[in-house]
């Protein structure tokens, strides 16, 4: 079984420092809480579909993207 809290958050993490972005500029541009962006990273969150389309979005991504092995 996959562990998509994982997966997403990995990709998460490796597109917002490919950008230069600080997880709180991540943070502030997806309307979420800093300490949330670090708990996705690290997949310890499971963030909602709203959620992780706002982190797509901010990263100017398409949310598939963000699932992708």
Same mark, same amino acid.
């Given at each position: ?7 997403? +958050? %990995?990709? @998460? *993490? %490796?597109? *917002?420092? /490919?950008? %230069?972005?600080? /997880? ?12 949330? @962006? +670090? +708990?996705?990273?690290?997949? %310890? #969150?499971?963030?909602? $579909?709203?959620?992780?389309? *706002? ?5 100017? @991504?398409? $949310?598939? #993207?963000? $699932? /992708?092995?």
């Amino acid at each position: 079984m996959r562990d998509w809290c994982l997966i997403f +958050g %990995k990709n @998460v *993490r %490796k597109l *917002r420092q /490919q950008r %230069k972005m600080t /997880q709180e500029r991540l943070a502030f541009e997806a309307e979420i809480d800093l300490t949330y @962006v +670090g +708990g996705i990273e690290r997949g %310890k #969150r499971n963030p909602s $579909l709203s959620v992780m389309a *706002r982190i797509a979005d901010a990263l100017s @991504v398409p $949310l598939p #993207r963000l $699932l /992708q092995e």
